[in-house]
């Protein structure tokens, strides 16, 4: 098992910054890849970064590429995304996921943070 907790989410100016921060514990070393989603009311979640365990891949959603950008500290087990000149269209839930060794996908997930950009 591998729990997932979200922090960070909240309501900034477009233009502006934040910093999710997702604490990961359990079976840590059988994940291959964590990763950020988002979720707006009605439509389907997307992916907006990944992250391998060793820190040494990532990669982006088109959508977010050069303002986005996803680290994580294995020390810590945290993952975070720093998310810089947002726009009101990175509104949404977003969620923290775990890919582990064998899955077919991400299989595990936290509850979610949310982020509202405002003009």
């Known amino acids: 098992q591998v729990q997932l907790v979200e922090s960070g989410g909240g309501r900034v100016q477009a233009g502006g910054s934040l910093r999710l921060s997702c604490a990961a514990s359990g079976r840590m070393f059988d994940v291959y890849k964590m990763g950020w989603f988002r979720q707006t009311p009605g439509k389907d979640r997307e992916f907006v970064a990944t992250i391998t365990k060793s820190g040494d891949s990532t990669d982006y959603a088109d959508s977010v590429k050069g303002r986005f950008t996803i680290f994580r500290d294995n020390a810590k087990s945290t993952v975070e995304l720093q998310m810089n000149s947002l726009k009101l269209e990175d509104t949404a839930t977003y969620y923290c996921?775990?890919?582990?060794?064998?899955?077919?996908?991400?299989?595990?997930w936290g509850q979610g943070t949310q982020v509202i950009v405002s003009s």
């Open positions: 996921a775990a890919y582990q060794y064998g899955a077919s996908g991400y299989n595990y």
